[in-house]
C-alpha cells in the first residue's frame, strides 16, 4: 500500500506543478518547481523557482487522513474546510476523504457538493454517500444516472446504484474518468465539428484586444503558461491573471471566457473560466467549469457558442453558461 500511495503522490506533486504551470526544478534543489515566464511585451521567456505550494501539502495530508484514517474530530474537521477550497482538485479529494474515513456528519454537505460545474467533485460526492449508506444515496444516483450531462459520470452513478463492488484503496484518481470511458469505446465519443451549433465557427485565439489592450495567453506544455495584460493606453502589464497554460480567450455577449488545461503524462484536465476587470483597471478570474479534458481543438460560433474537441470526444459551451455533451444523432456524420 505504501509504494501505491508513493506513486499516487508522485503523480500528484506532478499535477500540482502543472496546474500552477510548471515542472520540477532539476537543477536547484531549493527549488520546490520551475515555472516558464513569457515577457508580455518581448516575448522573451524566463524560469522562475516556484516554492512549495500550500496546496501540495494539504493534498499530502488528505491522502494520509484517506489512507490511515482520522485521529478525532479535528482531523475531521480539516477535511471538512477542504470541501470548500478555493482549490477545486482539494475540494473533490476532500470529497471522496469523507467517504475512506467513514465520517457520516458530512453527508448534507457531500448532497451540496454535487453540480453540474464540477464533475469530479460530483463523482467523489456521489461514491462517498454509496459509501456511507446516506439515505438519499439511492435517488441522488438515480438522478444524476439519468440527467447528469456528463455520461462518464452518470455512467458511474449507475454502476454505483447497481451495488457494484467499490475500490477500498484511498489512492484511485478520477481525474481521466471522463478520457478513459471514451478510450473504453472511442465510438461513442465523436469528432462533431459540424454540429449545427457550430455553424461559421472559427478557431477561437489567445489573444484578444479589450478594454484598451490586449489579453494574452501563453502554453509552454508541462512548463506552465499564463494569462496577462498590456494596457496599450497606460504601457502598463498585469502578469498572471490565470496561472496556467491558456488555450483560448473568448468574448462572447459582454463577457470574456478563457479555456486552459494540459495533457501531459497521467493528467489530462481543462477548465473554464470567466474573467472581471475592476474600476482600478485590475483584472480577476473565477473557475465556471470543470472540463472533461484537455481540449486540442476549441472554436468560436458568431453568437459566442464554443465547440470544444479532445480524447473526452466533443462538447458545446452554449451561450447560457451551460455545457453539453454531445453524441451522435440520426442527422449527425459521426467521425474520429
Not at 444515496?137 to 458511474?156: C, F, M, Q, R
Amino acid at each position: 500500500m505504501r509504494n501505491i500511495a508513493l506513486c499516487w503522490l508522485s503523480l500528484y506533486a506532478l499535477f500540482i506543478a502543472s496546474a500552477g504551470g510548471s515542472a520540477w526544478a532539476q537543477d536547484d534543489p531549493s527549488c520546490w518547481a520551475s515555472k516558464r515566464m513569457t515577457d508580455l511585451r518581448t516575448g522573451k521567456v524566463r524560469s522562475e523557482c516556484k516554492p512549495e505550494p500550500e496546496s501540495w501539502r494539504n493534498f499530502t495530508r488528505l491522502r494520509q487522513l484517506a489512507e490511515l484514517g482520522t485521529a478525532g474530530q479535528k482531523d475531521a474537521s480539516y477535511v471538512m474546510e477542504r470541501l470548500t477550497d478555493e482549490d477545486w482538485d482539494l475540494r473533490a479529494e476532500a470529497a471522496r476523504t469523507l467517504g475512506l474515513i467513514g465520517y457520516a456528519e458530512a453527508i448534507p454537505q457531500l448532497v451540496a457538493a454535487i453540480s453540474p460545474q464540477d464533475w469530479r467533485l460530483t463523482l467523489e460526492a456521489m461514491t462517498s454517500l454509496t459509501r456511507l449508506k446516506a439515505p438519499e444515496a439511492d435517488s441522488i444516483l438515480k438522478n444524476i444516472a439519468g440527467t447528469y450531462w456528463l455520461p462518464a459520470v452518470a455512467e458511474t452513478a449507475n454502476n454505483l446504484a447497481a451495488k457494484l463492488p467499490l475500490s477500498t484503496t484511498a489512492m484511485a484518481v478520477s481525474i481521466r474518468v471522463p478520457v478513459d470511458y471514451c478510450d473504453a469505446d472511442p465510438s461513442r465519443c465523436p469528432i462533431l465539428r459540424d454540429h449545427p451549433s457550430l455553424k461559421g465557427a472559427h478557431q477561437a485565439p489567445v489573444i484578444l484586444e479589450s478594454h484598451g489592450g490586449k489579453l494574452i495567453g501563453t502554453n509552454h506544455g508541462e512548463w506552465g503558461g499564463e494569462l496577462g495584460f498590456i494596457d496599450e493606453r497606460t504601457l502598463q502589464t498585469q502578469e498572471t491573471i490565470i496561472d496556467d497554460n491558456v488555450l483560448a480567450i473568448v468574448e462572447r455577449g459582454g463577457r470574456i471566457v478563457v479555456v486552459t488545461g494540459l495533457n501531459h503524462g497521467g493528467l489530462n484536465r481543462g477548465d473554464i473560466w470567466a474573467l472581471t476587470r475592476a474600476a482600478d483597471g485590475k483584472w480577476s478570474a473565477r473557475r465556471q467549469w470543470r472540463l472533461p479534458g484537455t481540449p486540442y481543438e476549441i472554436v468560436a460560433a458568431p453568437d459566442g457558442t464554443m465547440g470544444l474537441f479532445g480524447q473526452f470526444g466533443s462538447v458545446l459551451y452554449k451561450t447560457d453558461d451551460t455545457l453539453q455533451w454531445l453524441a451522435c444523432g440520426p442527422s449527425e456524420k459521426c467521425r474520429n
